[in-house]
């Protein structure tokens, strides 16, 4: 189920703007990488698709979320191209695995 508009990769922006979080991503697929989450929601309508922002307390929990039948998934626009996420309570940061990228 495709929640984006587009194919994954996002078309160029004016300007040569990047809305996208930059992580450096393994090639090992299950390998766990934590990184800091926007604090606003700050991506344009055409790439959002689907997502939707939610606001949590603390704010470093904000998060662009997608709804899969009645429940809430974190989303992250990461590398142009969009992941599952996870928050680490324990690290309070969001973490994401390259296996967990949205076809």
Same mark, same amino acid.
Request: hydrophobic residues 30%; negative net charge.
């Given at each position: 189920m495709s929640f984006f508009k587009g194919k994954g990769k996002a078309p160029a922006q004016p300007e040569d703007k990047d809305y996208s979080i930059q992580v450096e991503l393994t090639d090992d697929q299950e390998q766990i990488h934590f990184f800091r989450n926007r604090k606003k929601d700050d991506l344009p309508e055409h790439l959002k698709g689907l997502a939707r922002w939610k606001e949590h307390h603390p704010s470093r929990r904000n998060t662009y979320e997608v /709804?899969?039948?009645d /429940?809430?998934?974190?989303v992250k626009y990461?590398?142009?191209?969009?992941?599952y996420t996870t928050w680490d309570s324990l690290r309070e940061a969001y973490a994401v695995v390259g296996e967990d990228r949205i076809s």
């Open positions: /709804q899969v039948n /429940q809430g998934f974190s990461i590398n142009n191209e969009w992941y």
